[in-house]
């Protein structure tokens, strides 16, 4: 019997036979691969978890189709492709490339036999969110709970001791478990420095310096922000009133009921500069701030009601987390639904890392190591990195590398073909300003201030989504097109100095800057 053969089997299968697969013996059960935390190898167990404490995870369902569905995703995202932008609606990837509903029933049907309660399932199925006490969850999912100290970053967490365990009927279905360790929190990507008044680049500069002021103001667009934390609105109106530019008040969309906005937490300033920039850039575009709770679960969550809400074109993410410490399971669910998304024409566009090409130092990985960020590094996502920019009142100066700027080659993901097809994906694809020494005027927390990183050049590539006028999706195709094409010149500003440790810029492409800053109109007269 073929695995999808068992699964459908499984679905009708009667109360009792649903009991005894839960109550299965370890040698009927298989191992799900890449759930587990990689803090465990630098970490000492304390003891066991307590039995009693209820836990929520996400079971993360297979895709169908993947193969089909990269193929659809290269023809639609191939300006040379007659499929072109000829996206798919959120039915239509359910109909051919989600799980389907008797993937969920019978994995969800699993679940509760093992005496775990099915709390949702998102909207596009990727996702069954159980609850339990530890016991249940050790029961449920074949394996242990312990209580951890990290060695590195002196702290305690909980992590499952082995991958969890399902029976193969179960685990032909199920891409992983998310959730089942509390260890990693997304980190925001930005510096700031206090300012006594508006200092740094504001919406001016910004947009003569890029080229955007021929491009209009993103009206009829929305941009999503993918965020751990909350804003206040006064501050967003307060740099709206010293800028003039009458956008469009930000709208909070809760995932899984994070909404940080009555008390925001260390990551404020992040939320605001991501919504400020953005307005900057495309002062008519809507903004919808998504707040997800921080953690593998939440990421992965806010991932899937992005794509199954469709509300948006563009996505910028300033957060993130080196590959090395995350769990592959984890990155493979919220991968997916970045498919489902770029698959619908949503772009992304995520922050390189602020580290340098060492993007794990201020994880327990540590600052030795050559690493990138992810979602940066996801092939569907174009990472972006930073520059130092220098300006003529509000006429494009010159760019050099900055430092800071995350960029390397991901120990994740295969090249794809754009990218030579050969080896493994390099980061970052693009770059914008991200000096704090060359920063941008933000207004948070009630006062003025200079911010950095490439928490600052990710909105505002999301920006120039925006001013685009139309659903680009995964942009990395047709941008790597451009740049090895005759309009290069034209459409990119090319930053040939500097270096993020172990690697330089040069001419073309590199792995501190990509391809370079865009120069917006020539940009979006290229992109077509």
């Given at each position: 019997?073929?695995?999808?053969?068992?699964?459908?089997?499984?679905?009708?299968?009667?109360?009792?036979?649903?009991?005894?697969?839960?109550?299965?013996?370890?040698?009927?059960?298989?191992?799900?691969?890449?759930?587990?935390?990689?803090?465990?190898?630098?970490?000492?167990?304390?003891?066991?978890?307590?039995?009693?404490?209820?836990?929520?995870?996400?079971?993360?369902?297979?895709?169908?189709?993947?193969?089909?569905?990269d193929?659809?995703?290269?023809?639609?995202?191939?300006?040379h492709?007659?499929?072109?932008?000829?996206?798919?609606?959120?039915?239509?990837?359910?109909?051919?490339?989600?799980?389907?509903?008797?993937?969920?029933?019978?994995?969800?049907?699993?679940?509760?036999?093992?005496?775990?309660?099915?709390?949702?399932?998102?909207?596009?199925?990727?996702?069954?969110?159980?609850?339990?006490?530890?016991?249940?969850?050790?029961?449920?999912?074949?394996?242990?709970?312990?209580?951890?100290?990290?060695?590195?970053?002196?702290r305690?967490?909980?992590?499952?001791?082995?991958?969890?365990?399902?029976?193969a009927?179960?685990?032909?279905?199920?891409?992983?478990?998310?959730?089942?360790?509390?260890?990693?929190?997304?980190?925001?990507?930005?510096?700031?420095?206090?300012?006594?008044?508006?200092?740094?680049?504001?919406?001016?500069?910004?947009?003569?310096?890029?080229?955007?002021?021929?491009?209009?103001?993103?009206?009829?667009?929305?941009?999503?922000?993918?965020?751990?934390?909350?804003?206040?609105?006064?501050?967003?109106?307060?740099?709206?009133?010293?800028?003039?530019l009458?956008?469009?008040?930000?709208?909070?969309?809760?995932?899984?009921?994070?909404?940080?906005?009555?008390?925001?937490?260390?990551?404020?300033?992040?939320v605001?500069?991501?919504?400020?920039?953005?307005?900057?850039?495309?002062?008519?575009?809507?903004?919808?701030?998504?707040?997800?709770?921080?953690?593998?679960?939440?990421?992965?969550?806010m991932?899937?009601?992005?794509?199954?809400?469709?509300?948006?074109?563009?996505?910028?993410?300033?957060?993130?987390l080196?590959?090395?410490?995350?769990?592959?399971?984890?990155?493979?669910?919220?991968?997916?639904?970045?498919?489902?998304?770029?698959?619908?024409?949503?772009?992304?566009?995520?922050?390189?890392?602020?580290?340098?090409?060492?993007?794990?130092?201020?994880?327990?990985?540590?600052?030795?190591?050559?690493?990138?960020?992810?979602?940066?590094?996801?092939?569907?996502?174009?990472?972006?990195?930073?520059?130092?920019?220098?300006?003529?009142?509000?006429?494009?100066?010159?760019?050099t590398?900055?430092?800071?700027?995350?960029?390397?080659?991901?120990?994740?993901?295969?090249?794809?073909?754009?990218?030579?097809?050969?080896?493994?994906?390099?980061v970052?694809?693009?770059?914008?300003?991200?000096?704090?020494?060359?920063?941008?005027?933000?207004?948070?927390?009630?006062?003025?201030?200079?911010?950095?990183?490439?928490?600052?050049?990710?909105?505002?590539?999301?920006?120039?989504?925006?001013?685009?006028?139309?659903?680009?999706?995964a942009?990395?195709?047709?941008?790597?097109?451009?740049?090895?094409?005759?309009?290069?010149?034209?459409?990119?500003?090319?930053?040939?100095?500097?270096?993020?440790?172990?690697?330089?810029a040069?001419?073309?492409?590199d792995?501190?800057?990509?391809?370079g800053?865009?120069?917006?109109?020539?940009?979006?007269?290229?992109?077509?």
């Amino acid at each position: 019997m073929t695995s999808r053969s068992r699964a459908l089997a499984l679905v009708s299968c009667p109360l009792p036979l649903l009991t005894a697969l839960a109550l299965a013996a370890p040698a009927q059960a298989e191992a799900l691969h890449g759930n587990l935390s990689p803090a465990l190898s630098h970490s000492q167990r304390a003891g066991d978890l307590d039995s009693n404490q209820r836990l929520t995870v996400s079971v993360a369902l297979k895709l169908r189709n993947n193969s089909e569905l990269d193929s659809l995703i290269a023809e639609v995202s191939n300006p040379h492709s007659a499929r072109y932008h000829q996206f798919l609606t959120p039915e239509q990837f359910a109909q051919r490339y989600a799980p389907t509903q008797s993937d969920v029933d019978g994995v969800s049907a699993y679940l509760r036999g093992s005496g775990l309660r099915v709390e949702k399932v998102s909207g596009n199925r990727q996702l069954i969110t159980v609850s339990g006490t530890t016991a249940q969850i050790q029961h449920g999912f074949g394996t242990t709970l312990g209580v951890y100290q990290d060695t590195a970053e002196h702290r305690a967490f909980y992590a499952n001791d082995s991958a969890p365990k399902l029976p193969a009927q179960v685990s032909s279905l199920v891409q992983g478990v998310v959730g089942l360790s509390n260890h990693n929190a997304m980190h925001k990507r930005s510096v700031a420095r206090p300012a006594i008044a508006p200092s740094g680049f504001g919406p001016s500069e910004l947009r003569g310096a890029y080229n955007t002021g021929s491009l209009g103001t993103g009206s009829g667009q929305s941009v999503a922000l993918w965020e751990f934390d909350g804003y206040q609105k006064s501050n967003i109106s307060a740099y709206d009133k010293q800028f003039q530019l009458s956008s469009p008040a930000p709208q909070t969309v809760s995932v899984d009921g994070a909404n940080y906005d009555s008390k925001p937490g260390g990551g404020q300033g992040e939320v605001e500069l991501d919504i400020e920039i953005v307005q900057a850039m495309a002062p008519a575009a809507a903004t919808y701030v998504y707040e997800a709770p921080n953690s593998d679960a939440g990421e992965t969550d806010m991932a899937n009601q992005i794509a199954t809400d469709n509300k948006v074109s563009v996505v910028s993410i300033s957060w993130g987390l080196c590959e090395k410490d995350r769990e592959a399971s984890t990155i493979t669910a919220t991968s997916n639904a970045i498919k489902q998304a770029v698959a619908q024409g949503i772009s992304f566009f995520a922050a390189s890392g602020d580290d340098g090409s060492a993007d794990c130092t201020r994880s327990q990985t540590g600052p030795g190591v050559d690493a990138v960020d992810y979602p940066a590094s996801d092939p569907n996502v174009t990472g972006v990195g930073g520059t130092t920019l220098s300006v003529n009142g509000t006429e494009y100066g010159s760019e050099t590398a900055w430092s800071g700027s995350g960029g390397g080659t991901s120990s994740v993901f295969d090249a794809p073909s754009w990218q030579g097809g050969s080896g493994k994906r390099t980061v970052p694809d693009v770059s914008s300003d991200a000096d704090p020494q060359t920063g941008y005027a933000i207004y948070s927390a009630g006062s003025w201030q200079v911010y950095g990183g490439t928490s600052c050049a990710a909105p505002m590539w999301a920006g120039l989504a925006a001013l685009y006028g139309k659903r680009l999706g995964a942009a990395n195709q047709a941008l790597y097109q451009v740049g090895k094409g005759d309009q290069y010149a034209s459409a990119f500003q090319d930053v040939t100095s500097g270096s993020n440790g172990s690697f330089s810029a040069g001419t073309g492409y590199d792995q501190v800057t990509g391809w370079g800053s865009y120069n917006g109109a020539g940009l979006v007269k290229a992109l077509g």
